[in-house]
């Protein structure tokens, strides 16, 4: 497997939308959350600049999977603003690469932490969660 430059980074970009609010995760009675882009969409973004920095170590069949995250939503973005994440990778502690992440929309930064993800063959990962609900 190849090896990552120490401080690697990737950014994506992503405009709100109504499917990407807070507003959007209200599913019972009685739930209210703003219309602004919400924290697990944040997360999303955080996990997709990571495994775009992985993508050129891994091998046929590979994917990259989140494992661990810390993170801070600072500040709220509405719709129509463009967003982008971005992963630094940190180091390598055992099977998982430790990443810096931050996001910011057009007035700022909106989100930080860390983050972190593991190299593993896509069919290990799927065949896995089929096997936990798999009848005995």
């Known amino acids: 497997m190849e090896q990552l430059q120490e401080n690697a980074h990737a950014s994506v970009d992503v405009t709100v939308t109504g499917a990407h609010l807070a507003a959007a995760l209200s599913s019972e009675p009685g739930?209210?959350?703003?219309?602004?882009?919400?924290?697990?969409?944040?997360?999303?973004?955080?996990?997709?600049?990571?495994?775009?920095?992985?993508?050129?170590?891994?091998?046929?069949?590979?994917?990259?999977?989140?494992?661990?995250?810390?993170?801070?939503?600072?500040?709220?973005?509405?719709?129509?603003?463009?967003?982008?994440?971005h992963a630094r990778f940190l180091e390598k502690k055992g099977p998982l690469f430790l990443f810096e992440v931050w996001a910011e929309d057009g007035a700022g930064i909106i989100g930080k932490g860390t983050h972190a993800r593991a190299i593993a063959p896509k069919i290990a990962v799927e065949k896995k969660a089929a096997s936990r609900f798999a009848q005995a």
Do not use: M, N, Y
């Open 31 to 85: 739930e209210s959350f703003p219309e602004v882009f919400s924290t697990p969409w944040l997360l999303a973004q955080f996990e997709r600049a990571a495994a775009k920095v992985l993508r050129p170590i891994l091998a046929e069949g590979q994917l990259s999977v989140g494992a661990k995250v810390e993170l801070e939503h600072l500040a709220p973005t509405p719709v129509g603003q463009k967003i982008t994440a």
